[in-house]
């Protein structure tokens, strides 16, 4: 499943953020470096249309799909030269697929701040910096490759090394390499797996009091910054979400409803990883269950088969699809059928999101 890794400075409720999100109990303390080997949770991507497909269609069994969540502590100002636990946090972070970047916008004048005051643009410069320099080392490594692959006549290094001289200039002024490369340049860094080419979103970790407030002067401030750089900023409550995540389905409803939000934080941080990544949700069933599965918008039907079995893929003839919505409305398949809704594809269509599919294949 994906992977997303949860990073920040030491106090901003990285770990109260990550037990919200799996609900198991990782030590939190007042402590930086507390939690040293990384916690890893999997969760279920919350989604209402599997509750109602499986409910219209009698089956016990709801799968969801899910995101694993890594909760990397440790990265502090000098981790890329191996200050602290350094190194093997910025391993840890080159595994996943995406990060999660809890920036502390809460006061609270019981936990220590390791800079000595909450500031969100420098705690994000901080980071910021270790990843690219961790980046830039990855670079002049590659370079010295590629220099010798010159000298043989290769062809493509001339080309890359241009490429890899731009991406040093981008991280030299402090940028983002995901921002400000083009797809074609990403694909040909992808090998390299940079920290800086990692999607990413700020979330904003706020207290219930600025949840409940009009006006967040430093919030504004931190959603202004990540606006003009081109990265999403998501206000979350780390320790609100940390006791709704105690409370049954009803009691939550009501919390959620006196702070005037209609859905958990945690499930509105899920979907915007969906977003960034640009994934669908598509839904397939038998007799049992009914279950969804995330994959990359414009994947062909055959190839989202093959997540499911490697020979649905390969033995593809064709799919049956209905959008989950149009299915609720006709209130069974026999209906969606006589009404020409549900269609037969072949291997060429693209799976939209909420599309239910069955798979017809030869094994
Ligand atoms: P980490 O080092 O980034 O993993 O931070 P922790 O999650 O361990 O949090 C550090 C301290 O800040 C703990 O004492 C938390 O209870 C506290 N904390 C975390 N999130 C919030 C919040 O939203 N509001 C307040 N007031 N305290 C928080």
């Known amino acids: 499943s994906l992977s997303v890794g949860i990073i920040g400075l030491p106090n901003v409720g990285k770990s109260t953020l990550f037990n919200a999100l799996t609900k198991q109990q990782a030590e939190t303390a007042n402590y930086p470096f507390c939690t040293i080997d990384p916690n890893i949770g999997i969760v279920a991507v919350p989604d209402e249309r599997l509750e109602q497909l499986a409910d219209m269609l009698g089956r016990e069994r709801k799968i969801p799909s899910t995101v694993k969540f890594v909760d990397i502590a440790g ?54 910096t270790e990843l690219a320099l961790a980046d830039i080392e990855t670079v002049v490594r590659r370079k010295e490759k590629v220099e010798k692959l010159i000298k043989a006549k290769e062809k493509g290094a001339q080309k890359e090394k ?29 090998e390299l797996n940079l920290l800086t080419a990692k999607p990413i979103i700020y979330a904003a970790n706020i207290s219930e009091e600025q949840l409940l407030s009009d006006t967040n002067d430093v919030l504004a401030d931190l959603e202004t ?30 919390f959620l409803k006196d702070f005037g939000l209609d859905s958990s934080g945690l499930h509105r941080l899920i979907k915007s990883v969906y977003r960034l990544l640009g994934l669908n ?8 269950e009914v279950r969804a599965w995330e994959i990359s918008v414009g994947t062909p039907v055959p190839q989202a088969a093959g997540k499911i079995h490697k ?45 239910v599919v069955y798979i017809h294949f030869r094994s």
């Open 75 to 128: 990265l502090v100002k000098g981790a890329s030269s191996g200050e602290g636990l350094g190194n093997q946090f910025l391993a840890h972070i080159r595994e996943v697929d995406m990060l999660v970047h809890v920036v502390r916008c809460f006061q609270e004048s019981d936990v220590t701040h390791v800079t000595g005051n909450v500031n969100p643009l420098e705690d994000i410069s901080i980071i910021e």
């Open 162 to 190: 241009e490429l890899l001289n731009k991406v040093e200039e981008i991280l030299n002024a402090g940028g983002l390499v995901r921002e400000e490369m083009d797809g074609e340049q990403m694909a040909l860094l992808a």
């Open 225 to 254: 910054y990540a606006g003009k750089k081109g990265v999403a900023a998501a206000p979350i409550s780390a320790q609100l979400e940390a006791e709704v995540a105690e409370l049954d389905d009803i009691e939550r409803q009501e």
């Open 281 to 288: 949700t598509f839904f397939t069933y038998n007799e049992t």
């Open 311 to 355: 020979d649905m893929e390969t033995g593809f003839i064709r799919a049956d699809v209905i959008n989950w919505q149009l299915l609720l409305d006709c209130g069974d398949f026999v209906a969606a059928r006589q009404k020409g809704l549900l269609k037969s594809e072949g291997k060429e269509y693209e799976l939209a999101d909420g599309d």
